[in-house]
């Protein structure tokens, strides 16, 4: 379908729902499709091609709110589901705080400049996408050592898809965008019989993006080769790197609770922190959804209301939190966003291996396995796996340790970013430097 036969389904949807009684009707066509493709020691394992198309219409009757959704965009489809969503929505419990968001606050910008959708697409088969995973798997089987492989998994995979908004207090507008991404998992046996696995991946908004595909390939196998002989390392409070890749899930737990649920819930941690020093200067950061290329940009957020960069952590003052128009009026505070988008991280000038030197004594890790982060306290535990740092070198490798601790003190001990903000994902992390963590090992 067309963007503008979806506009129309849309626009057609909001008038119909006036009609049948709404007071307020916000609804989001959305058109998907997307091919992937997964390749198994040898074999061709899964492909998949699919496309999809619904809507979602938000409707508010008689200070009730509902969300429904359906696949059937046919105009009797259309008016039958109207009639039971709206039927629905009269069943339930009032709320006050429900509302379509002001007006003043819905994007007028486009997506153009923003480099979200790659034509490149139309031209990347499903046939391309098997090659692409049959050639990594060549790559990783390359490497030296590679007969301590068990098994490689890899794939390739890409997406496009298109968002089309209509509100009935005003706002009409649309994005599409495109993604691609490529992985390769690989299985070694240890001499003492234990299955490491790693892998390695990289996923773009542009085909140009994507790094070398045999690359990826040999990188997955070397970093399962690096993984032999892993073991713990004896408990202590020590100087703890957390690579790029790895640091976006230790920085999930400092976002979560940001929400204005989390807030309104008494579930966060950062309750009461605006305006106040929380982590050291070198915890610096804003959401960026207007960053070009970004996997997390967008022109408009989930409810309509204008991409904008948003400081979150200046020099380890909290300055904002992610609140919708909902959660806004519930917390009597103005709505900023609902969710998270690109970080965008004020950037130290050191390289990770620079910053190892620097330590001279500690741990690296490089993933998280398990554990937990309690949202309303701020304690965490978590397993790691990584290298021990020695003479400010990478040395042996270690697993099945443990780091604990508590975010509203941890982070004070933030004492140095790299200048390697990961590319493939929306937390865009660089490495991270703790003067101290405590770790659990033996």
Wanted: charged share 25%.
């Amino acid at each position: 379908m067309t963007n503008e036969a979806m506009l129309q389904i849309a626009r057609n949807a909001v008038s119909l729902a006036k009609q049948k009684g709404a007071a307020e009707v916000a609804a989001v066509a959305r058109v998907k499709r997307d091919v992937d493709v997964t390749w198994r020691d040898g074999k061709l394992e899964k492909i998949t091609e699919a496309t999809s198309r619904g809507l979602e219409v938000r409707l508010y009757v008689d200070g009730r709110y509902s969300t429904c959704s359906t696949s059937d965009l046919r105009p009797e489809g259309l008016a039958s589901f109207l009639d039971n969503a709206i039927g629905l929505t009269r069943t339930l419990a009032k709320d006050p705080h429900r509302s379509l968001p002001d007006p003043a606050l819905y994007s007028k910008a486009t997506p153009e400049g923003l480099s979200m959708a790659d034509p490149k697409i139309e031209s990347i088969t499903a046939l391309d996408l098997r090659r692409t995973a049959q050639s990594m798997e060549e790559a990783a089987r390359s490497v030296k050592g590679s007969e301590a492989i068990l098994s490689v998994t890899t794939n390739g995979y890409h997406s496009w898809s298109e968002t089309t908004q209509v509100h009935s207090n005003g706002l009409e507008a649309s994005f599409a965008g495109t993604e691609f991404s490529i992985s390769a998992d690989v299985s070694i046996k240890d001499d003492d019989g234990r299955r490491p696995e790693e892998g390695e991946y990289a996923w773009v908004r542009l085909y140009a993006d994507l790094p070398d595909v045999a690359a990826v390939g040999r990188r997955a196998t070397e970093r399962a080769l690096a993984r032999r002989g892993a073991k713990k390392a004896p408990s202590a409070v020590m100087p703890v790197l957390i690579d790029n890749r790895a640091a976006g899930r230790f920085l999930s737990y400092l976002l979560r609770p940001l929400t204005g649920a989390a807030l309104q819930q008494k579930r966060s941690f950062l309750e009461g922190f605006v305006g106040k020093p929380f982590g050291s200067d070198k915890l610096d950061f804003a959401d960026d959804p207007l960053l070009p290329k970004g996997l997390g940009t967008r022109p408009f957020d989930g409810e309509g209301l204008a991409a904008r960069r948003m400081p979150v952590f200046e020099k380890g003052v909290l300055k904002n939190h992610y609140i919708d128009t909902y959660y806004g009026k519930k917390l009597s505070m103005a709505p900023t966003t609902g969710g998270s988008t690109n970080i965008a991280w004020k950037l130290g000038p050191k390289t990770q291996a620079a910053l190892a030197l620097d330590v001279k004594e500690g741990l690296l890790i490089t993933s998280f396995l398990g554990g937990n982060s309690n949202d309303a306290t701020g304690d965490f535990s978590l397993g790691v796996q990584g290298f021990v740092i020695r003479g400010g070198k990478i040395a042996e490798p270690i697993a099945e340790m443990n780091v604990s601790g508590r975010h509203v003190d941890v982070w004070k001990r933030l004492i140095a970013v790299g200048n390697d903000p990961f590319a493939y994902g929306t937390s865009r992390t660089p490495t991270l430097v703790f003067d101290g963590m405590q770790v659990a090992g033996t």
